[in-house]
């Protein structure tokens, strides 16, 4: 449903976009009273060699992994939608 949402406002849907991004965190927290950060991909030199990862929030704390915000619910620990 957050694709066609996207879709909908004519922004892109993918799982890298910004709107995924944006929508996943309201989402989440919503519906669990919990906060997550889902940053952009980004990539950075660690031990001498560049590596790509999501980019922390504002106040430091750790992003999902790319993984972890494509598969949004599923890949969350926490999250349980139960019986719908």
């Not at 694709?3 to 989402?27: K, P, T, V």
């Not at 106040?59 to 719908?84: E, Y």
């Amino acid at each position: 449903m957050v694709h066609q949402y996207l879709n909908e406002r004519g922004e892109r849907a993918g799982h890298d976009s910004e709107g995924w991004r944006r929508e996943i965190m309201r989402l989440h927290e919503l519906v669990t009273g919990k906060k997550i950060w889902a940053g952009a991909s980004i990539t950075k030199w660690q031990d001498g060699r560049v590596v790509r990862i999501n980019a922390p929030g504002p106040t430091g704390k750790a992003s999902l992994t790319q993984r972890q915000i494509a598969r949004w619910p599923h890949a969350v620990r926490g999250l349980h939608w139960g019986s719908l």
